[in-house]
Nanobody, 121 residues
């Protein structure tokens, strides 16, 4: 079993910064990609940023230049540095990891419990 633990959410004023972290634990052979998603009430969960185990990143246009994603493969952790936050960045942020438990198995998606980000204007 794989468990994702998120931390770092909270309330910040517009223009401020937050850093979200996510640590994966359990039976892990390798994590292919780690991602952050955001969900607001009434909308689908949407991808904010992702990073492969080779360091290739994908950043949504709405946060490009303000958010940075990074990971530590040895520690199975992923960070999302969020700068110049805007009220529209608010929501519940979920960590996602595509995990292979054994080398011959396909990756399976695991999700964290979510962390709330609120941005006051």
């Amino acid at each position: 079993q794989v468990h994702l633990m998120e931390s770092g959410g909270g309330l910040v004023e517009a223009g401020g910064s937050l850093r979200l972290s996510c640590a994966a634990s359990g039976t892990i052979f390798i994590i292919d990609a780690m991602s952050w998603y955001r969900q607001v009430p009434g909308k689908q969960r949407e991808l904010v940023a992702s990073i492969t185990n080779g360091g290739i990143t994908k950043i949504d246009d709405s946060v490009k230049g303000r958010f940075t994603i990074s990971r530590d493969n040895a520690k199975n952790t992923v960070l999302l540095q969020m700068n110049s936050l805007k009220p529209e960045d608010a929501g519940v942020y979920y960590c996602n990891a595509a995990v292979r438990v054994r080398f011959y198995q396909n990756a399976v998606d695991y999700w964290g419990q979510g962390t709330q980000v609120a941005v006051s204007s």
